[in-house]
């Protein structure tokens, strides 16, 4: 197989095909920067991944079932074309926004730094998986999408500040995981779905959610539940 | 020796029958009160083991009529935490013996056993 | 209801597994849930009320209550033994609860719900759900504490 030039997708079940697959840590990273868009070798290029490896990876993911070749008629090429012409220029250089989401995610993947610094970090590092989240599989062809997993505001750090409100490091894992489930009670279930998030693992440090306005509401939660001020930068302090 | 078991769910009967066995009791079972005390009164056990919560007439009224019937008759509560007021409350009464749920079969051999040597 | 509460459900359920088939099942790593449970084969509610309103629930598959029982050298296992089983399992599980929060909550008699049913009363949108592994099989424990405008919602 010569993967070079080639554009993979995820295949739709893709969260159900990796439960129980173990993969190397990297590999995990470009499952999930494929867009269906970029070509395989261009993506290990951007991620810092040498490019020689390219037909052995894609071999071994695609011979997983974990990514599928992107192959299109003429009419889906032409269209795709016309979206993403359309994209590029609803762009702006601004922090990703709850209302704007894919918009967000492809500024964020394109622009070399954001020019609003968001609350948490978003980064165009690539991003570890994220295969927590139950995403509903889109009724829209699997055309090329935006990447997911570039944009999102990673929960990990609320989610050690939580366990630290409620009784630190030492506290029984069960508790503290309970803690976090007192926090999201808390947190506006709409926002959640509407975030695309039907469940999301405790223990994954991965997890991230892609609203702003989800995200704050996290926090507010946060606040709520232990009657303290976080600050996303580690620098937690107790309010007043 | 006749026994008799008394408990709303016929897993927990079944569960009861089976370790005690059928070598050594008679067995037979009923899945409330009001069925336990026609039982009882047809088949004259001599051992009787006894749930608290149960439909129509409870664990410790069962108790109370079992032992107006026939008072040397041998009764071990088996109930879940909560009701262990009232099972302490059976063995006010006349119970001789207390198993909480959920029990092992030793637990259970055990309890028969000191039930059987009094 | 603070975590330590919440912890002691999932403790007896522990305590349930070791007692009855001498064996701690594993916890995995839980799950918050937003959508309606996924509910399984079998399946014991219990209703908590109190300071606090929710839901505390144990869903399986049926391979697993078999296995359960198979275990207690149960071999029948028709549905109606199962679903007696899931419920026994729910009311030992309820009554464990009551006694150990004292008057703090009011924990309903278990409802048994078979075949992945919906329950007919209302169940907190988000849930704690802790995947219980047992003999290579797995079951769910689910803990569901109303937030405020649900409980109003629900009254």
């Known amino acids: 197989m010569s993967a070079g030039r080639d554009v993979f997708k995820r295949p739709r079940d893709f969260d159900d095909r990796a439960l129980g697959v173990s993969l190397r840590p990297y590999e995990w990273e470009v499952l999930l920067a494929l867009d269906g868009r970029t070509p395989f070798v261009q993506l290990l290029r951007r991620m810092g991944l040498d490019e020689l490896d390219a037909d052995e990876v894609a071999d071994e993911l695609t011979g997983k079932g974990l990514m599928d070749q992107c192959v299109v008629t003429y009419g889906e090429f032409m269209r795709e074309r016309e979206t993403t012409a359309a994209r590029s220029a609803d762009v702006q250089p601004a922090a990703p926004t709850a209302t704007n989401g894919a918009a967000a995610a492809l500024a964020a993947a394109t622009l070399p730094s954001p020019a609003v610094e968001p609350k948490l970090r978003a980064t165009i590092k690539p991003q570890p998986p994220r295969l927590s989240f139950s995403v509903k599989p889109t009724s829209a062809p699997m055309m090329p999408r935006v990447a997911v997993g570039i944009s999102g505001y990673k929960l990990k750090p609320l989610l050690d500040f939580i366990i630290d409100q409620a009784g630190g490091k030492n506290l029984p894992k069960i508790a503290a995981q309970l803690a976090v489930y007192r926090v999201f009670r808390r947190v506006p279930r709409e926002l959640v779905l509407a975030d695309n998030i039907h469940s999301l693992k405790i223990g994954d440090p991965t997890i991230e959610v892609h609203n702003k306005e989800l995200y704050d509401a996290i926090v507010r939660a946060i606040e709520t539940t232990f009657g303290v001020k976080y600050e996303s930068n580690a620098a937690n302090t107790a309010a007043g | 020796m006749k026994l008799l078991i008394v408990d709303d769910s016929n897993v927990i009967r079944r569960a009861i029958a089976r370790e005690i066995g059928s070598s050594r009791y008679e067995i037979r079972s009923a899945g409330n009160g009001t069925e336990a005390l026609a039982v009882f009164d047809e088949f004259a056990p001599e051992i009787v083991t006894m749930d608290i919560t149960m439909p129509e007439l409870d664990g410790l009224s069962c108790v109370d009529a079992i032992l107006n019937r026939r008072p040397d008759t041998k009764i071990l509560v088996i109930s879940a935490l909560a009701d262990k007021a009232t099972a302490v409350e059976a063995i006010k009464r006349g119970a001789q013996g207390f198993l909480l749920k959920p029990f092992t079969a030793e637990m259970l051999h055990t309890e028969l056993a000191e039930l059987l040597a009094e | ?155």
Not at chain 3, 29 to 35: C, D
Not at chain 3, 129 to 142: C, F, S
Request: one cysteine or more; charged letters at 20%; hydrophobic letters at 40%.
């Open chain 3, 1 to 155: 209801m603070t975590d330590n509460d919440l912890k002691m459900f999932v403790d007896i359920v522990s305590n349930y597994f070791a007692k009855v088939v001498d064996e701690a099942p594993l916890l995995d790593e839980p799950v918050i849930e937003f959508t309606p449970p996924k509910l399984l084969d079998y399946s014991g509610f219990i209703q908590i009320s109190g300071s606090d309103d929710g839901c505390v629930y144990i869903t399986m598959p049926r391979d697993f209550a078999v296995s359960f029982l198979r275990r207690t050298g149960e071999m029948a296992s028709d549905d109606a033994l199962l679903s007696d089983f899931v419920g026994e399992m729910a009311s030992t599980i309820a009554s464990n609860a009551r006694e150990r929060f004292g008057g703090q909550f009011k924990i309903s008699v278990p409802r048994t719900l078979v075949g992945g049913q919906q329950p007919p009363f209302s169940v907190p949108g988000t849930r704690f759900v802790l995947p219980i592994r047992w003999d290579g099989r797995t079951a769910h424990l689910g803990i569901g504490v109303f937030s405020s405008v649900e409980a109003v919602k629900a009254s």
